[in-house]
């Protein structure tokens, strides 16, 4: 991983995840890049037809500048983008992602009523990215990621999307606890996990992946409750693709965790 892209919109909750990504980048030894987008629509007409560059170059100045103090006090590479587009956002920041290891983006959680129900900006861009996004609530500081709690039904699946989240472990050097939620305990249950344990430990042969198991019927609560209690640095969820109903599930508990969590959210596809 040496390619992290952070887009910017001068905001505290941008510049908190511009902090964070480049203590990630400390760490890890690889470049930053800060990305603007400037929407044409709400440009004026005059600085329209002067051209996207033109129009932009005060936010080139702004980017000029904020990749400087990153460098200096930082000390690693770092670089800028800026977009004048009439591209939706959240799609233009997934596909400009493309070309990196991982999108850094700040989230200052549920906004208003409708983002609530139907998806804050972050929660977008992650579930429309081909590559890891890491969701950074505003006012959280970056600390070592020893322990990242990877929620996921493991027994319903029969195997663990591990080749993004493996990345992720190598990076961090910490451990991953796999947690799946259960509304009830089954015997059956029991040995099928223990058949997935058994299968994804001799597969990955790692000591730095665990595994847990969780009953209730309230699986946001039961997983935000999970990571506040079990000391867990990051939280990782998968998006993958399911039944029209599994889905909607699906989608319903990564949104509300992602509008909602105080913590980093790390959200992969499989």
């Known amino acids: 991983m040496k390619k992290i892209l952070c887009p910017t919109d001068f905001s505290e909750t941008a510049n908190n995840a511009i902090a964070y990504a480049a203590k990630v980048c400390q760490k890890i030894n690889a470049e930053l890049t800060l990305f603007n987008v400037q929407s044409v629509f709400s440009l004026?007409?005059?600085e329209v037809i002067k051209?996207?560059?033109?129009?932009?170059?005060p936010v080139r100045e702004n980017l000029d500048s904020l990749s400087y103090q990153v460098m200096d006090v930082y000390k690693i590479s770092c670089t800028y983008e800026v977009e004048a587009s009439n591209q939706n956002l959240e799609t233009l920041i997934a596909n400009r992602g493309a070309?990196?290891?991982?999108?850094?983006?700040?989230t200052n959680g549920s906004d208003d009523y409708y983002q609530f129900f139907f998806g804050s900006r972050s929660y977008e861009v992650a579930k429309k990215s081909a590559v890891p996004v890491l969701l950074v609530p505003t006012?959280?500081?970056?600390?070592?990621?020893?322990?990242?709690?990877?929620?996921?039904?493991?027994?319903r699946e029969w195997e663990l999307p591990m080749s993004q989240l493996l990345d992720w472990i190598k990076i961090t050097k910490g451990k991953v606890i796999v947690v799946q939620i259960k509304d009830?305990?089954?015997?059956?249950?029991?040995?099928?996990?223990?058949q997935v344990i058994e299968?994804?430990?001799?597969l990955y042969n790692s000591t730095d992946i665990l595994f847990d198991t969780v009953y209730s019927d309230d699986v946001s609560?039961?997983?935000?409750?999970?990571?506040t209690t079990a000391k867990v640095d990051v939280l990782a969820l998968c998006s993958i693709h399911h039944s029209f109903i599994a889905t909607l599930f699906q989608k319903s508990v990564i949104n509300k965790l992602t509008a909602t969590a105080d913590y980093p959210i790390l959200v992969f596809h499989k």
């Open 139 to 155: 006012g959280y500081l970056y600390q070592e990621v020893s322990l990242t709690a990877f929620a996921f039904d493991f027994e």
């Open 99 to 106: 070309g990196y290891d991982l999108i850094v983006m700040g």
């Open 221 to 227: 609560t039961a997983i935000h409750n999970y990571v």
């Open 199 to 202: 299968k994804t430990k001799l």
């Open 184 to 194: 009830h305990y089954t015997r059956e249950t029991e040995v099928s996990s223990q």
């Open 51 to 57: 051209g996207s560059y033109l129009a932009t170059e």
């Open 44 to 46: 004026p007409p005059d």
